[in-house]
Every structure is written in C-alpha cells, then in structure tokens.
C-alpha cells in the first residue's frame, strides 16, 4: 500500500441530513445503512484502496463516540482520525475545513462522507497533477438505472432535483463557470472574458457534483484568511473559477503580506502565487509541466461517465443506491459479511441472494423475506412477509406482518397484524398492531398530533 505524502484526505461527515430529516432524527446520516455497511464506508474504502493510509473525519461532537465506535468495527487498514465539531452551531465544510488548517500540511483531497462510486480514484489525482491545478472538481453523468425503476415510500410527490450549472472547456476540461439553475429563468449571461477565454465552452446542468474536491494547501490559507466564507460547493468554488479570468498584479512578491481591512476580502492572487522553490520542485516533478506559470489559479471539471457514482443525501437517491448495491461491482466484503454469521436465520424463504443481514438478528421461521436489508439486532416473527425493505438496527417486526417497500428506522416496532407498503417509519417509533397505513411518513410527532 503506497502512503500518499503530496495529499491529506478529509471526509466531511458532520452533516445533519435535513433532506432526510425522519432518518437522521436519532441518528447521524453517514450512519445509515446502504447494503450491508454504514454510508462513510464507501469514501473511506475509496481512499484506503488508492493507497491513502490516513484520512481525518469530522463529525459532529453529539455523535462522535456513536460513529467512532461503528466505523472501528469496519476493519479498515487505514489510520483515521475523529475531528469534532459544535453540533449546535451551523457550520459548512469551509468552516469545518478552516477548523483543521494547523492540521492540513499538503494538498488536500476532501469528500462528502455519502458519496458512493466505483472510480478509480487516481484518475482524478492525475487530472489534478498534469495541469498543475489549483482545484479538481468530480462529476458524474446522470447514473444509468432505466431498469431501476422504484417507489420512494412516503407520500406521493415529484422528486425535485436541484440543478447546478456549471461551464467547461471540453478539449482541456477547464472549469470555468460555476452556477445555480434556480438564479436564472429563461437566459443566463455568459461573459466576453469568459467567451475570450474558452472557444470550446460546454454547459451542463445534468451532472451530478460528487462534492469530491482536491485543493492547493494555499486555498487552506484562503480559508483561514476570509472567515466570511462558510461552504466549499456554494462560496468558495464559483469565487476561486470566476478569479481565473481576473486580472492580478504581477509584481506581488510570494512572501509579501496582505493588509486588507476586515471588511475586505483578501487578495487570492497574492495567497495563490508560488514561491521559487515550490516552482522548482514542480519543474522536477514526472506529473505536468511548467507552461502557464503566469497562470497561478486554475480550476478543472473531472466528467466522469462512471457505473456508478451518486450521493446517497435525499430520499429518492438513499432508495435507489440501495435497491442496486448489491449489482454493483462495489467491495461489499465477502459472503459472511453479507450475511452476518452471527445472525440466527431460521426462516426457509429467505432469499440471500438479494438480502443483507446484520450480526445479532434472529429470522423465524415461516417468514419470506427478498431483496431487502436488515441491520443487526433485529428480530423478524413468524407469519411475516418483507420485500424490497430497508430495516435498521434493532428494528421489531412482530408476527403477522407485511411490509413491502419501506425504510424501518433505527429500533422502530411494528406490532403484530400490521400491513404497511410505501412507508417510512422513523427511528424508535411504534406502529400499533393492525395498523393499515400505505404512503405515509410514521412518525413520533405525528403520532402526538393524532392524540
């Protein structure tokens, strides 16, 4: 395994789920189970077979005990690192990332902990040093799933994607223009400098931003400079790819400090130049070449037409991702880790072909159970019919029960006689025996609201 010494990895793993807010209520998003492993092992699986051998987490303070514990238990190889941050305070990944600087010595490579792919990571990491580039920005065509085609439980309602637009030159991959589809209605100004500066401009608001950034240390020190900016995906990025067509002062020396009032930005250009040596050290470097120096800031789009690559953060991509992981030429483990041996499966319909079974979970018999998962502590009664479900750890199912297409949250009941299809069920909520309920959010608010 080769030890990465020019890359830090960071994985941003502190985020609250507000798009899934009914599953992350009591318990952390990057804890929820995609197949047979928590979402934060795919990044991490990611990084650790390109070579990484250590990689920083942040996660919020509340959860840090709960999400250390579990990803231990992952066995990787790989040395990790728990950063905590105010869980109630609302902090964005620049904030996150400015929190480490002290800690961040190299270049940086940072990922959302619930993104899911099957790329090879070093194709990215040589977009990156062939051009010398000061940020590598992934993306992914739309994922090919014509034959997956799924209800998302809950109720009935159009899934609202929102779209990015973002502009690349397509012989060399520049990016040259980041925005939001929802900021213009019918026509978006394009600007002369951009125009002079690309005759190959792409426009695409179709492609899925993995929210996989590689970055120069100095835009670390950028950070830390301009405490203004909060996020990396929504400030820092279209700030960086629109000061690629600025114009800068080439007399700024590299050792030269800024003094700009505190209600001015600092001056990127003078942060972003290099120094002699760093420019020396790249002339000896195999990877890239050392046309353009003038050209300090440049920013590329990594479009990748992967398998797969989707960000498991909304309800519909959490289902999707989960009725195809075990297609997908993903390392899930081998046998026993999809089917724990430590589970107790006494049922003779149960399909493990198609399901996942966490560690202490007992099957009875006279059950029929397909093309579901069902983390550990479980227990499934007698008399009961599941397909196409997502059960989280130390989820009940009484007898007489049938679900069919629904997300059992985390030590949530369903008592005997119910019939649930197209539901959602929140963590430690119980549903009251024959209940009938189809495209329904079951929740514990819900349940006062009634009484």
Sequence with gaps: MQNWLEFQAVVMAAGKG???????????????????????YYPLKLLENAGFRDTKIIVADNYASDIQEEVDQLGFEINL?????????DWGTADSLRHISDNILTDVIVLSCDLITDIDLHQVLNIYRNN???LVSLYFSPLRDEQCVFTVPGPKSKNKFEKDIIGYDSKTSRLLLMASASDYEETMPISSALLNKCSNLTLCSKLLDSHMYIMKRWLVNYLVKDINISTLKGELLPFVVKKQLSKYSKNIEPNEKCIEDEEEKPDIFNISKESDIETNIRSMSCFGNISNVEEIIKCYACVIDSNIGIRANTLYDYCRINKIIHKL???????KDKISPEAEILSNQFDKETCFV???TKIMEKTSIKNSTIGSRCTINSKTRITDCILMNGVTIEERCVLHNCIVCHDAVISAGCELKDCLISGNFKVPSG????????TAMERLMEI
Aim: glycine content about 8%; charged content about 20%; overall charge negative.
């Design 358 to 360: 966490g560690p202490n």
């Design 18 to 40: 507000s798009r899934i807010p009914e599953m992350t209520a009591t318990k952390p998003k990057c804890l929820l189970p995609v197949g047979n492993k928590p979402i934060i």
């Design 329 to 335: 030429n993903i390392n899930l483990g081998d046998e």
């Design 81 to 89: 690192s728990f950063v905590p941050i105010p869980s109630d305070e």
């Design 435 to 442: 209940g009938k309920h189809y495209s329904e959010v079951l």
């Design 132 to 134: 010398n580039a000061s």
